[in-house]
Every structure is written in structure tokens, then in C-alpha cells.
């Protein structure tokens, strides 16, 4: 399985909770970020989202574990890799860093179909998008 970085930033201390780590919202919305830059690396970028193909990934299942806190000021990195390709969906796992000490913090499993837009039903997977998801996941 190949791992790419699709999401990295600094901790703002308004997405930390009462506790003083990042709060759990804040840990889906970065897999969410990684997902539209993981699909522009498989061709689904904005233009294809908003005109062109018209598809877009959309998450129906998710499970996760938080594994070390995350705190105001740390630059956090997701990585995503492609586990599985299905004829209309894909299996994604993200995890997320605290980049300084490379410490694991996050991980998910995102099941996706791939959304057609005018008829929001899933839809088969491309074969473009197919191919560079299985470059990815062959890495």
C-alpha cells in the first residue's frame, strides 16, 4: 500500500476543545480536505467535480481510532492510501501525524462511492480513475 500526503497544516488553538487537544470535528474535516486533494491526484479534481465528469467521491461508512493527542500549534500531516477498488467504491485509510516527532495520532477508513452528481446514485468507478487509484495502491 502506498502512502500519500494529502493534507498537512498547523493546529489553530480555535479548533482545540475544552480538553486542550484538537477536537473531534476537526480530525474528520482534515480526512475530508485529504479526500478532494486525494481525488484530484485520481482526476476528480474541482473542474471535473463542478462541470466535466460531474462525480465526486462521498463517504457511507468510517471507522476510526484516535491514538495521541493533538495540541494547539503542532503541524499535523495526513497520509492516504487506496486499500481497495470495487466497481463503484473505494476503500481509503488516512492517517494522520503530528509531523514534527512522526507520531500517529489518527487513523480512519473511509468507504467511498463514487457519487454521480445529476442522479446522486453510485457509479461505476472509470477506468482512468481506476488506473491511477491502482498505481496508488500498488505502490
Same mark, same amino acid.
Request: include cysteine; aromatic fraction near 8%.
Given at each position: 500500500?502506498?502512502?500519500?500526503?494529502?493534507?498537512?497544516?498547523?493546529?489553530?488553538?480555535?479548533?482545540?476543545?475544552?480538553?486542550?487537544?484538537?477536537?473531534? *470535528?476537526?480530525?474528520?474535516?482534515?480526512? *475530508?480536505?485529504?479526500?478532494?486533494?486525494?481525488?484530484?491526484?485520481?482526476?476528480?479534481?474541482?473542474?471535473?467535480?463542478?462541470?466535466?465528469?460531474?462525480? *465526486?467521491?462521498?463517504?457511507?461508512?468510517?471507522?476510526?481510532?484516535?491514538?495521541?493527542?493533538?495540541?494547539?500549534?503542532?503541524?499535523?500531516?495526513?497520509?492516504?492510501?487506496?486499500?481497495?477498488?470495487?466497481?463503484? *467504491?473505494?476503500?481509503?485509510?488516512?492517517?494522520?501525524?503530528?509531523?514534527?516527532?512522526?507520531?500517529?495520532?489518527?487513523?480512519?477508513?473511509?468507504?467511498?462511492?463514487?457519487?454521480?452528481?445529476?442522479?446522486?446514485?453510485?457509479?461505476?468507478?472509470?477506468?482512468?480513475?481506476?488506473?491511477?487509484?491502482?498505481?496508488?495502491?500498488?505502490?
Amino acid at each position: 500500500m502506498s502512502f500519500v500526503e494529502t493534507y498537512r497544516k498547523a493546529v489553530d488553538p480555535s479548533e482545540c476543545d475544552i480538553l486542550g487537544h484538537m477536537n473531534v *470535528s476537526r480530525y474528520f474535516a482534515a480526512c *475530508s480536505d485529504a479526500m478532494f486533494s486525494l481525488q484530484t491526484t485520481l482526476g476528480l479534481g474541482l473542474s471535473n467535480i463542478t462541470g466535466g465528469k460531474r462525480m *465526486s467521491f462521498a463517504v457511507v461508512h468510517t471507522e476510526a481510532d484516535f491514538r495521541s493527542e493533538v495540541l494547539a500549534g503542532e503541524v499535523i500531516a495526513m497520509r492516504t492510501a487506496v486499500e481497495e477498488i470495487g466497481n463503484k *467504491s473505494m476503500l481509503f485509510r488516512h492517517r494522520l501525524y503530528r509531523a514534527e516527532q512522526e507520531v500517529l495520532s489518527f487513523e480512519a477508513l473511509f468507504r467511498c462511492v463514487l457519487l454521480d452528481l445529476e442522479t446522486r446514485k453510485a457509479a461505476p468507478i472509470p477506468d482512468d480513475i481506476r488506473e491511477k487509484a491502482e498505481r496508488l495502491r500498488a505502490g
